[in-house]
């Protein structure tokens, strides 16, 4: 295991391409980051709010074998329950199962992982249900270490009914095809980029936004830097 002090981590306010990270330099980074589990540090804990609807929590990790890595969970999860994500202990509690937030692809033991070549630039992963053998969901890894989920596989032809309500009209009876996996990845990108705005929880002291938000009047770091001046 490498030394804390040797490890590379962002430096403060600079961003890859996709995101800026905000960090004290008056303090040391391991001081700032929420918790830290072996060599696996949680950086910050983010609500995300679509058309001023909470719509699911993301979280960034950090370690010296993936390097940055961010996770969205929508709200009908356990761990992107609102009450969870405004509670550090709850949220904790529930980040600890790693069953329940997944870790680079782990799974738990109710679904088996199969990845479907597409020839698209992210990759796509298909889940089934061990009990049945359907096909459960679908999960995509991008390139810039986002985790999305979604396109739920109904069980018949009634559930399927309800779900392409619920999930505005992205649900399948069956594995999707690609026409519908591109489709799902499009519209969900596109809603991020135009309506997704991400307020960091109290407890996070490190201040993480995409560069979209960043550039914009609603970014939460320069809202976070004018909070931290009027205090001073």
Same mark, same amino acid.
């Given at each position: 295991m490498e030394?804390?002090?040797?490890l590379?981590?962002?430096?403060p306010?600079?961003?890859?391409?996709h995101?800026?990270y905000?960090?004290?330099k008056?303090l040391?980074f391991f001081e700032q980051? &929420?918790s830290?589990?072996?060599?696996?540090y949680l950086?910050?804990?983010?609500k &995300?709010?679509?058309?001023?609807?909470?719509?699911g @929590?993301?979280?960034?990790?950090?370690?010296?074998?993936?390097?940055?890595?961010?996770?969205?969970?929508?709200?009908?999860?356990?761990?992107g329950?609102?009450?969870?994500v405004?509670?550090?202990n709850?949220?904790?509690?529930k980040y600890?199962l790693?069953?329940?937030i997944?870790?680079?692809?782990i799974?738990?033991k109710?679904?088996t992982?199969?990845?479907i070549f597409?020839?698209?630039?992210?990759?796509?992963?298909?889940?089934?249900d061990?009990?049945?053998g359907?096909y459960f969901?679908?999960?995509?890894?991008?390139?810039?270490?986002?985790?999305?989920?979604?396109?739920y596989?109904?069980?018949?032809?009634?559930?399927?009914?309800k779900?392409?309500?619920?999930?505005?009209?992205?649900?399948?009876?069956?594995?999707?095809t690609?026409?519908? @996996?591109?489709?799902f990845?499009?519209?969900?990108?596109t809603?991020?980029?135009?309506?997704? @705005?991400?307020?960091?929880?109290?407890?996070s002291? &490190? &201040?993480?936004?995409?560069?979209?938000?960043y550039?914009t009047?609603?970014?939460d770091?320069k809202?976070?830097?004018?909070?931290?001046?009027?205090i001073?």
């Amino acid at each position: 295991m490498e030394k804390e002090e040797n490890l590379k981590v962002p430096s403060p306010e600079t961003a890859d391409e996709h995101y800026v990270y905000y960090i004290n330099k008056s303090l040391p980074f391991f001081e700032q980051v &929420i918790s830290k589990e072996d060599n696996n540090y949680l950086l910050n804990v983010r609500k &995300i709010y679509t058309n001023n609807t909470y719509y699911g @929590v993301c979280f960034t990790t950090f370690d010296s074998t993936r390097g940055i890595q961010h996770q969205f969970k929508c709200k009908d999860r356990p761990i992107g329950d609102l009450s969870v994500v405004e509670d550090k202990n709850k949220f904790l509690s529930k980040y600890a199962l790693k069953d329940e937030i997944g870790e680079n692809n782990i799974l738990s033991k109710s679904v088996t992982q199969k990845e479907i070549f597409f020839g698209l630039p992210y990759r796509v992963f298909y889940f089934y249900d061990n009990f049945d053998g359907k096909y459960f969901y679908t999960q995509y890894l991008l390139e810039d270490g986002r985790i999305l989920r979604g396109l739920y596989g109904a069980k018949n032809e009634k559930h399927l009914k309800k779900w392409l309500l619920e999930f505005n009209g992205f649900a399948t009876l069956g594995p999707p095809t690609k026409k519908e @996996v591109i489709a799902f990845y499009e519209d969900k990108m596109t809603s991020y980029a135009n309506n997704q @705005v991400s307020v960091s929880t109290d407890y996070s002291e &490190i &201040i993480i936004e995409h560069t979209t938000q960043y550039e914009t009047e609603w970014s939460d770091i320069k809202r976070r830097k004018k909070w931290e001046r009027k205090i001073q």
